[in-house]
């Protein structure tokens, strides 16, 4: 075999696997061993954040389960406390480790915009419930975009340090 048609062979099942791995990573269902650090660190963070929200329920004594029995235009007592200090904890816990912290930002802005409309009787509860739904569904399908793309980034690094090593070898002989 000659040493251009090594070279396009060693091109061609570069190419191969890159097509081989964005098949896997667009069809299959996320799994712990795919993991990479940055979604590792979301995770990590919305875990943190759980546990943060549940010290502001109990600091401000408002349960956002409980807000149900409530009526559609008012807030429970506490209710815009209880949301200043998780939007503390999104900005303490997953906006330093995500790499889109605008759409945080964004849902945070929106957020208290929609909570003073409820409380002036201009939104319902459940209106703004469908709309935080929406920005969560929103922001995790960023947050997996996020992932695909680091995890893409890191799969060509590995295939031009792999082409490097290839390409070297012979001049190690």
Do not use: F
Not at 134 to 153: F, G, P, T, V
């Amino acid at each position: 075999m000659k040493a251009g048609d090594n070279a396009k062979a060693s091109l061609q099942a570069a190419i191969a696997t890159v097509v081989l791995a964005v098949v896997i990573a667009a069809c299959g269902a996320p799994s712990a061993s795919r993991d990479i650090a940055g979604t590792r660190e979301i995770v990590t963070a919305r875990g943190e954040l759980d546990d943060y929200m549940a010290q502001c329920t109990k600091r401000y004594g408002y349960d956002p389960e409980a807000a149900s029995k409530l009526g559609s235009n008012v807030l429970g007592p506490g209710e815009r406390e209880w949301r200043g200090c998780v939007y503390q904890g999104i900005e303490k816990y997953l906006i330093p480790r995500t790499l889109s912290p605008d759409v945080y930002r964004r849902a945070i802005a929106e957020d208290r915009k929609m909570t003073e409309a409820v409380a002036n009787g201009e939104m319902t509860r459940a209106q703004r419930q469908a709309r935080v739904q929406q920005m969560l569904e929103e922001i995790d399908r960023i947050e997996e975009a996020n992932r695909a793309k680091l995890q893409m980034d890191r799969l060509e690094m590995e295939i031009r340090q792999d082409m490097m090593r290839r390409s070297v070898s012979p001049l190690l002989r």
